[in-house]
Each structure stands twice: as C-alpha cells, then as structure tokens.
C-alpha cells in the first residue's frame, strides 16, 4: 500500500523526491496552475471553507478523507494506483509482453498526444463551471461543484506529472500550453469542442456531469488498459474520482425530475407552460438539454471509422473500456457493420473501435434514463425521456453535417434548421432556465426548481453547512 507524502511541496505516491530534476520542473510549473486557478477557476469563493474530499492514501481507506479546507489550500498532488507486478499487455499486437515503464520511442508523439487532449478537459471543465457558484441551488449543491472543481485540477495534475516524467522538454512545454489555453477562448480555445461550449446554469451543469464527465469514465478506461504502465495507474486512481462527477450528473437530472413531477402533481396540469409559471422545469425542456449536451459528448469519441483508434488499438496504447468483458484482444480477424449516411458498410473491427466504445458509452447513459423514465411513469404520465440517435448533430465522421432527426432518420437541410429549435434549447428556453438560476445558500434549503437530495455526503445530514462562507 503506497501512502501519500505530505510533507512534500508537492503530495504524491510516486517518490517524486527521489528525482530532483522531475521534482524541480514540478515545483516549478505549481505556482503557475495556482496562477491558473486563481485567475480561471471558480470565482469569489477563495475563503470559503469547503467540505471537501481529499485522498491521503490510494487504498479503500484513506482515498476519500473529508474536512474543511479552502480551496486555494486544496492538496492537489500525484497519486497513481499502486503497480500490479508482472503486469502484461492485455490487447492487441504486443499482447502478453511486459508492459512498459517507459515510452517506446515509436510511440512517443501519439501518447503524448493522447495525454495531452485527455489533459486538456480537466482545467477546461473548471472554467466552464467558473461562475456557477453565484447561482447555486443549495448548499449541498454548491460543496458538489468545488468537489468537481478541485478534482479536476488534481486530474491536470495528473496528466503533467506524465508529461514531465516521461516526456521531457516536449511534456514540460505542453504542461505550460495546458494552462495557456481557455474553454471559450477565440485565439487559444481547448481542443475539443464540448469543453468549449458555454456552461451558464445548473441544469447544463447536472446535464455536462452525466454525459461529458461520462465520456471522461470511458476514455480513463480505455487508458486504464493501457501498456503504458504509468498511464494505466494513473488513470485506475483518477477513475475512483470520477464516479461522483457522474453522481452529481445522475441525482441531479434525479431531482429536477422529482420536482417538476411535483410541480405537476400540484397545478394537475402537464402543459409545459403552466410547469413554468410554477418555477419548474418543464420535462420538453429537460429533454433539449440532454439531446444538447449527448450528442455534443458523442462526437468526443471520434470518427466511426478510425485508423488512429486502429493503431493505438494494435500498438498497446489504448484499450477497449473493459476489455477483459471480451473474449478477441487481437481484432485482427473481425469486423463490424457500421451505419453511414451511404448505406451499410463493413469495416475491419480495429477500425471501428470508437463507434464500439461509443455503443458501451450509450448503454450506460441509458441507466440514468431508464430511472427517470421510472419516476414519470409513477406518477401516471406518458412523456419518456430518451437518449437522440447517435447520428444527431454530429460533427466528426460520417455523420457530420448530415441532417438527420433526433431518431436518427434523414431529413432535408431545410426542415433540420426548422426544427432544431424544438430538439435543443432555444434563447427562449436557455433564458427561462437562465431565469430560474437564483442563489439559495441557507443550509438545507434548495431552489424551488430542484427537490433536496436523499442523503448528505458522508453521512452528513443534507442541512450540514457543507460551505462556510466568510
Ligand atoms: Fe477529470
Ligand atoms: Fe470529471
């Protein structure tokens, strides 16, 4: 069991006092993220105390510790799941060969590539959500988002140490260019387009944790398989983080539902207008949000047809999410039936492993959807919430640009621009959302838009003064 030293400027597992050069570049690149994070990260509430979660251990014990702790104080360090010995290839070419301590020259450019883009959403995400602090629905609500938040810039962390340990001069500049670049920014914008969208609201908040953050699962997992030993252990520890991001995303949509089927109850009434007027949001409402911010996170998959998820796939570097669930680790003998706007095509499987993450991806969206789908059912109404085709709105593959309904069916250019306002949210739904987005900070109360959660953290009760604002 590998514990965390705290004595050190920088908190970590991996000895990083053992390399003085790694140590140096470390030391010196923490001013700059804390530079970030006062500058970019979220604003006004540097002395509030925070209940917040930090891990003094890898191991089931001590990775989840709680206190109140400013942010700007938060620990953020480096802590890598603890190394399996004679741990071997799992997939692809190389299978059953040692995995590798350090990275093979052939492949640097790519993992580092790969590192990067990964690195790049986990800073990007705390930008978009930098304001969301003015308007939040509770307290609980409030800890949750600075819980995200911190968690975040320790997964940038993360994702620098690699770059610094493993990558030299190249890592230490792309550590640098990781801060240099902002969510939104039309001269150095992230790389990917769903961390670049605006996030002005909770309901888009509760919406980007089910599904972006979701994304987020996914491609940790697939790292998680990775023949490179460092990324593997590095993503298995950020993975344990990530599960409450999907939390609050789950019981947020959870209890939004709850309320405006509340709010139904009350008025006797499901015309979306009258469950406005009541301060709720309206179900049509919620359903734009999820078609927005899912087909958005689809397209961070990739192409379906990819030679790049081919090669990472053959080299060892990027795994299937799971991939002990199946039973081929080579691929080089199967293929898949995929689905593009010509026609059906059959594609060798190692090519089409972004559309074979992308189908896992959907059936664990559909958890969330099948609960909510319970809730409504319950209480006696017909709407169901579903998941858009993941053919809708797409803009990278072969669906890019095609007009197609949220069903996945081929429309003309003409009636897709028509319609679109009905499938995600217009200025006119955005501002009425915008407009229920009042701060509610007396412990245990909540927004009148949201029912409370069923529980607090960590056996707290929900009216704990989760923040403590000066
Ligand atoms: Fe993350
Ligand atoms: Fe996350």
Known sequence: MSSINYAEKIPNNVDIGGDRTLQRALE???????????????????????????????????????????????????????????????????MGQPVWQQVPGEYRSTLRRLIVTQGDTEPASVEQQRLLGHTCPSMYDLRNLFQINVEEGRH????????????????REEAEELLARHSGDADKPRILTTFNEPMSDWLSLFCFTYFTDRDGKYQLKSFAESAFDPLSRTCRFMLTEEAHHMFVGETGISRVVKRTLEVMKEIGSDDPARV???????????????????????DLFGSEISSNSAANFASGMKGRPDETQYEDHVLRSSSKKLHTPEGEQEVPMLNALNEVMRESYLKDCEIGLKRWNRMIERAGHALRLTLPSSRFRRSIGPWAGVPVDTTGKMISKEEFEKHLIEWIPSASDKAFVQSLMQRVIEPGRMAGWIAPPERGINNLPVEYEYVHLH
């Not at 891990?55 to 399996?84: E, N």
């Not at 940038?156 to 030299?168: P, Q």
């Not at 949000?289 to 689809?298: A, E, G, I, R």
């Open 276 to 298: 406005r007027a009541k301060g709720a949001v309206d179900l049509q409402t919620l359903q734009k949000y999820l078609n927005f911010w899912c087909s958005s996170s689809l």
């Open 156 to 171: 940038l962390w993360a994702m620098v140490y690699l770059l610094h340990a493993y990558f030299g001069r190249d890592g």
């Open 28 to 94: 010196h690149w923490q001013p700059h993220f804390l530079q970030w994070w006062q500058e970019m990260g979220p604003s006004d509430f540097a002395t509030a105390d925070v209940y917040l979660r930090t891990a003094i251990s890898v191991d089931a014990q001590g990775w989840a510790h709680y206190g109140a702790t400013k942010m700007p104080d938060y620990r953020w360090g480096i802590f890598l799941a603890d190394r399996q010995a004679e741990r071997k290839i799992g997939f692809g070419d190389a």
